[in-house]
């Protein structure tokens, strides 16, 4: 799989919510090869503050030849990603690691929290088909609160997903996990695509294990090459040993992954 | 004119011992994996050398996570010298490897004495590898854990077992980590070291002051990048003032001016790390940008840099 560095110039910069902005950029090579589960590994600055480039999954392309990442200020990085306007340029290597891939049978449901739902976005752009042929389950989406989920949730149904949402504080949909919305769905799916949070995964991942149904995640670590090389971005596996969550991942079959909290 | 072709020029052509590189550029063990990881992105054919991730006799998993964390312009790694083992090396990374015509460096790592001779011995057999490059900053686990390259008898006594096992250019990569860094570069010279690269990373840590737990999982790290060029540098000059071989300067490079200032110092070539994880390119930028400054500078060649710090 072919990966680009391109110098991708800002098209448009939008705020959901004080703290969760979209970043899109116009980005050819890396929207016409990437699967959906890839990222892109971003230097947010040309200077050595911050050193390494951040990972972030790929949210959304368009036919344009636009990119779009979708995140939350939680750092340095972000907080300068966040600070970025049209018309300045963001250096991207893409599109890196292995997505998420097709459902065996037509029935599937995606399960989103938090900044989680970024790359859920990318896979209903390129599962609209089977979505059309099979009218899935809802897709569920869950956040701490309204804020981002509301307009998130919204551009799902625009793009044909029915949508359940759920919020820690009630503000939106189910009051409490996102989680506990999954049971009865997992009688009508054989595959559940999830990101989110690691204890969430945990959650689905073995929900899933006990009704047979199968189950891919999206993990993110801390990296510094994005591409196979460093060796830094190892987690626990099942087996036993370690695996790169750049190159073997990041996503994964949920029994890959050794579940710790 | 860019691409290979500058590479190739004969004013960029460097000696390290009998080795004979394009160019005095080459990518540095742990930055650049078996090198096909960043054949999308680079040309690897420009480079001077590319030297692989340290190999040791038998696979190893390498450390828990987490394995890195980024410092004010560096970075500490634990990785815990994953690698795929000689076999596995041998098997599965050489063969793309050797249809470059870059010349590549396998770097080599143990716990004893005698897993760096077999080591050795047993890439003496194979073709297609231009030189090894003795990553000495392993513990030594017959001598309680105490690094071989902070030691000048156990370095010495390394690269002995290593020169005898094979006739492939030797260069010890020495460990920073050791109060006179010119004593252990004497000693590998001594015992037969075609040349000496440095530097490894130097020790170093750093806590999550709310968990209060150590950043990394092995606690300690190796912290490499530019906040280490300094450091690197001053040694490179101490080394080559104090050894005849020839010096391979690391730690820290990113930009031409970074790699010009090794060779002033001393420096025969330089290794590229840190930067190839934030921009791949940079080891061809510096390629690109020696080219230029030996013609804005009319010199014949880049050879005629090193060992050329003007004092007083």
Known sequence: MSEFQEKAPIISKESLTGEVFRLTVHSPQIAESAVAGQFAMIRVQDSLDPLLRRPFSIHKTGADGSVSFLFKVVGKGTAMMAALQPGMELDLIGPLGRGFTRPVTGSFSMIGGGMGIAPLFFLAQQLLAVERAYSNPPVLLGAQTQAELLQLAEEFVELGFPVHTATDDGTLGHHGFVTELLDRILTRVQQVYVCGPMPMMRIVAQKCLKAGVACQVSLETHMACGLGACLGCTIPAAPGGYKHVCKDGPVFSAEEVLWTL | ?312
């Open chain 2, 1 to 312: 004119m860019d691409s290979v072709k500058t590479a190739l020029l004969p004013e960029l052509r460097v000696n390290i011992g009998p080795l004979t590189l394009n160019n005095p550029v080459l990518t540095a063990s742990g930055t650049f994996g078996y090198g096909r990881e960043f054949a999308d992105l680079v040309n690897l054919n420009r480079l001077g050398g590319i030297i692989v991730k340290g190999i040791s006799y038998e696979p190893r998993h390498g450390n828990p996570p987490p394995r890195i964390i980024e410092t004010a312009c560096g970075m500490l790694n634990a990785i815990g010298l994953e690698n795929v083992g000689v076999e596995g090396f041998l098997r599965e990374k050489l063969p793309y490897l050797k249809n470059l015509q870059t010349p590549v460096i396998v770097n080599i790592l143990g716990d004893t004495v005698e897993e760096y001779a077999r080591l050795a011995g047993r890439l003496d057999d194979a073709r297609d590898i231009a030189a090894l490059e003795v990553n000495i900053s392993c513990p030594n686990v017959k001598k309680g854990g105490v690094a071989f390259g902070t030691d000048p008898l156990m370095a010495a006594d390394v690269t002995r077992a290593v020169r005898q096992a094979t006739s492939l250019p030797v260069i010890i990569k020495l460990s920073p980590n050791v109060t006179d860094v010119t004593v252990i570069a004497r000693a590998v010279e001594e015992a037969g070291a075609d040349a000496v690269s440095l530097i490894n990373t130097l020790l170093g840590m750093a806590i999550d002051v709310r968990s209060r737990r150590p950043r990394l999982a092995n606690v300690v790290g190796g912290l490499s990048g530019p906040a280490i060029k300094p450091v690197a540098l001053r040694m490179v000059w101490q080394v080559a003032r104090a050894v005849s071989i020839p010096v391979i300067g690391i730690g820290g490079i990113t930009t031409t001016e970074d790699a010009l200032e090794f060779i002033i110092a001393g420096a025969t070539a330089v290794q590229v790390g840190t930067a190839n994880f934030f921009q791949p390119t940079a080891a061809e930028a510096i390629i690109t940008g020696m080219t230029q400054f030996v013609r804005d500078n009319n010199l014949q060649s880049i050879r005629e840099l090193t060992n050329t710090l003007q004092l007083d």
